[in-house]
């Protein structure tokens, strides 16, 4: 049963540039968190998405972030024009959503994608 | 935002010693609560979760929870320098049929042989 996955594990990006990082949630959740953890803070939470819906980005940046979650394919979290700012470890998690079980509702994370802009 | 709070550490203790681990929040009606794990350079792994006032129990780990005081704690029993690492609180909000994780800056633990 594999878990969250997520690519690139590292990426590198020079000012400017855009970051595209990827996550597939595990076999059978429907949602998708996205995280942010920078040096020397905890993490924070960005977004909240189901299938080719975003429930909620209240922890989203207002500019240069975004995120999707289609039909097909993996969740997309996209930084336009990143700055040295952004650097961080970014993480998703999923979870089943609602069901029957206690464990519903826990999130699963995934091992991270750690940017770092030069 | 809601703030969870949580003594940055490092929390020091000897092999074989019980490590205590706590947290308080400021929303009063927050209604669960889950304990992470997050060794350097890796993800968060969930420990526990609990809802309930009173403790809960799994194996070596027993936390504790008391919403009068909104104070959550973790104990780690027959501590191992395995269980060295950063510990986080974290407290759920509710966004609609999911919820996102209020995470506190984490506790860490460092277990010495």
């Known amino acids: 049963n594999a878990g969250v996955m997520q690519n690139p594990r590292h990426l590198v990006r020079r000012r400017g540039q855009e970051a595209r990082l990827r996550c597939s949630p595990m076999?059978?959740?429907?949602?998708v968190y996205w995280y942010r953890q920078l040096p020397e803070e905890g993490l924070k939470f960005m977004v909240y998405?189901?299938?080719?819906?975003?429930?909620?980005e209240s922890g989203m940046p207002k500019e240069r972030f975004s995120a999707e979650f289609p039909k097909e394919g993996p969740s997309i979290l996209r930084i336009q024009q990143v700055v040295r700012g952004d650097s961080a470890a970014y993480f998703c998690?999923?979870?089943?959503?609602?069901?029957?079980?206690?464990?519903?509702?826990?999130?699963?994370f995934g091992p991270g994608t750690r940017l770092t802009v030069t | 935002q809601k703030e969870v709070e949580q003594n940055s550490g490092p929390l020091s203790v000897p092999e074989g010693a019980i490590a205590s681990l706590n947290c308080t929040y400021s929303?009063?009606?927050?209604?669960?609560f889950f304990w992470y794990r997050q060794y350097s350079g890796k993800s968060p792994e969930l420990i526990m979760f609990?809802?309930?006032?009173g403790d809960k129990e799994d194996g070596r780990f027993t936390a504790q929870l008391n919403k009068a005081s909104q104070y959550v704690s973790l104990l780690i029993r027959d501590s191992q320098p395995s269980d060295s690492a950063t510990y986080l609180c974290?407290?759920?909000?509710?966004?609609?049929?999911?919820?996102?994780?209020?995470f506190g800056k984490g506790t860490s633990l460092l277990v010495t042989p």
């Open positions: 998690a999923s979870s089943p959503g609602v069901g029957r079980s206690r464990h519903s509702y826990e999130q699963y």
């Open positions: 076999k059978g959740h429907s949602h």
């Open positions: 998405l189901q299938k080719e819906n975003i429930i909620d």
């Open positions: 929303d009063r009606g927050s209604q669960s």
């Open positions: 609990i809802y309930s006032n």
């Open positions: 974290a407290v759920k909000v509710p966004l609609g049929s999911g919820y996102a994780l209020n």
